[in-house]
């Protein structure tokens, strides 16, 4: 499988909207709640209305970050330097990994 360029910044960028959807989403339904609290339901039930529609949402969003890891392959852990080895103080190298 060939490499997909900026397949690292597409599954952050996936995280991202979940994670912001999801606080819209508290945030929506703290509003209706507070409105529903006073009593105040003909503003309450638009702001339920939207918050049903964002939960509905969020579920496309499940749906396209599955369809983006079984698209994408497994993510890859790359580390910028080789494994090094660590040495306790007096110890030495096996001479197998002698260069």
Same mark, same amino acid.
């Given at each position: 499988?060939?490499?997909?360029?900026? +397949?690292?910044?597409?599954?952050?960028?996936?995280?991202?909207?979940?994670?912001?959807?999801?606080?819209?989403? +508290?945030?929506?339904?703290?509003?209706?709640?507070?409105?529903? +609290?006073?009593?105040?339901?003909?503003?309450?039930?638009?702001?339920?209305?939207?918050?049903?529609?964002?939960?509905?949402?969020?579920?496309?969003?499940?749906?396209?970050?599955?369809?983006?890891?079984?698209?994408?392959?497994?993510?890859?852990?790359?580390?910028?330097?080789?494994?090094?080895?660590?040495?306790?103080?007096?110890?030495?190298?096996?001479?197998?990994?002698?260069?």
């Amino acid at each position: 499988m060939a490499a997909i360029p900026n +397949k690292r910044a597409v599954s952050q960028a996936i995280r991202s909207v979940r994670r912001t959807l999801k606080q819209a989403i +508290k945030e929506i339904n703290q509003t209706a709640a507070d409105l529903a +609290k006073k009593g105040d339901y003909e503003r309450a039930e638009p702001a339920m209305t939207t918050g049903r529609e964002l939960l509905r949402f969020r579920e496309e969003i499940a749906g396209v970050e599955q369809k983006w890891k079984q698209s994408a392959g497994p993510a890859s852990r790359k580390t910028k330097h080789p494994a090094k080895f660590l040495l306790r103080r007096g110890s030495t190298m096996p001479r197998s990994c002698d260069p």
